[in-house]
C-alpha cells in the first residue's frame, strides 16, 4: 500500500506492509522493501522507516506478526539534521542519539551549545510537545551513545532503577603504548580532591567503589585499542582506571601523558543495551569504532 502525507513544504510518499513473520528489521526490509540494499540501508539510517507508527534506526530490532512498517519513500528524512549528534532511535518515551565529542550533554550554567538543546530545538520544529531528559551523562570529550527521555516520569524510571534497566554499556578507547594483558578488571575507590580531581585508592577513602572490565582489541608498538565494559559508571572512570594502568586514555589532558595521536580524548560509548523502561523491552544499539581509533592500527 502506497500513500502520501501532505506537509506545509512537500508531499511525502511512503509504504505501510504488515510484517507475517518474526525477524530482524533489516532483514525484512531487504526481503519486502523492493529497494536496493544500499537504498535500504540509507532509508533506515535516515530515518525513514516506522514501526508501529514509531520511528526505528536500529537495524537488528526485532519485528513481530502483525507489527506495521512504514517505509518513506522519499530521497530523505530531513526533519532532524545537526552536526553534532546523530539520531539512532526515537519512540513516543526516549530516544537513543549518538554524540559527537566537543558538545556538552546539557547546559552548564552557560550558553554553551549542549545535546539537550539540539534535541529541544527538533521537539519544537516538529511539533513535539515533549522535552529532553537527561538521564546520564558523558564528558564534553567523549562520543557515543546517550540515552534521553521525552518526560519526567521516564526519565525518573531510567534514573532510579538504572543499573537494573542497563545491562550492557561498553566503550572504546585508545590507551597510550601496550596493554600488557589481554583482559582483566580495575576495582578500587574514587573520590574527587578540592580541585575536582578524581583520584584512586585502593583502599576505602570514602568516595565510591568503582569497577571496570577491559578487554584488549588490538595492540600497535605505540597503542592499545581496549573495550572497557562498566559495572560501575563513575565520574571519570575508565580515565582513572586507564591512568591506573600505567595507560591512560590518549588525548586526556586531565589524567593522561600528553600523548594526543588524534587530536581528541580517545574514548566513545559504543555499546549501549537496556530494557525498554515502559515496553520492557531489551534494546540493544553498537556504533562504529570511530575511524580515528582504527587508523592507528593500520589493516584489521
Known amino acids: 500500500m502506497i500513500r502520501n502525507q501532505g506537509s506545509r513544504q512537500r508531499k511525502e510518499q511512503y509504504k505501510v506492509m504488515r510484517v507475517e513473520e518474526s525477524a530482524p528489521l533489516l532483514e525484512w526490509l531487504l526481503a519486502n522493501s523492493g529497494q536496493s540494499k544500499s537504498k535500504t540501508k540509507a532509508t533506515l539510517q535516515n530515518r525513514g522507516v516506522k514501526v508501529n507508527k514509531r ?10 506478526p502483525g507489527d506495521e512498517v512504514t517505509i518513506s519513500l522519499s530521497k530523505k528524512n530531513d526533519q532532524f539534521q545537526s552536526r553534532y549528534l546523530k539520531l539512532v532511535y526515537e519512540d513516543k518515551f526516549l530516544l537513543v542519539i549518538e554524540k559527537n565529542c ?18 529541544d530545538d527538533y521537539f519544537h520544529k516538529s511539533h513535539q510537545r515533549c522535552t529532553a531528559h537527561v538521564v546520564h551523562r558523558l564528558d564534553r570529550d567523549t562520543s557515543g551513545l546517550m540515552i534521553y527521555a521525552k518526560d519526567i516520569q521516564t526519565a525518573q524510571l531510567l534514573e532510579h532503577d538504572w543499573h537494573n534497566i542497563v545491562y550492557d554499556r561498553r566503550y572504546v578507547s585508545v590507551l597510550s603504548g601496550q596493554v600488557e594483558n589481554n583482559e582483566g578488571t580495575i576495582a578500587n575507590w574514587l573520590k574527587d580532591n578540592k580541585s ?14 568503582a569497577i571496570s572490565h577491559f578487554h584488549l582489541l588490538n595492540r600497535s608498538e605505540k597503542y592499545s585499542l581496549v573495550d572497557f565494559k562498566l559495572e560501575t559508571g563513575r565520574k571519570n572512570q575508565i580515565r582513572v582506571h586507564a591512568a591506573d594502568m600505567g595507560h591512560p586514555v590518549c588525548g586526556d589532558i586531565k ?17 549501549l543495551c537496556f530494557y525498554h523502561p515502559i515496553t520492557h523491552r531489551p534494546m540493544e544499539f553498537e556504533t562504529a569504532i570511530p575511524a580515528s581509533f582504527r587508523s592507528l592500527f593500520g589493516r584489521e
Request: aromatic share 12%; charged share 10%.
Open 102 to 119: 566537543g558538545i556538552l550533554s546539557m547546559a552548564a550554567g552557560h550558553s554553551s551549545l549542549n545535546v539537550k538543546k539540539v534535541l
Open 196 to 209: 575536582y580531581v578524581t583520584y584512586s585508592s585502593s583502599v576505602d577513602n570514602g568516595g565510591k567503589y
Open 55 to 64: 520511528l526505528v534506526t536500529q537495524f537488528d530490532f526485532m519485528l513481530s
Open 255 to 271: 589524567y593522561g601523558n600528553g600523548d594526543n595521536p588524534i587530536h581528541r580524548l580517545a574514548l566513545h560509548a559504543y555499546v
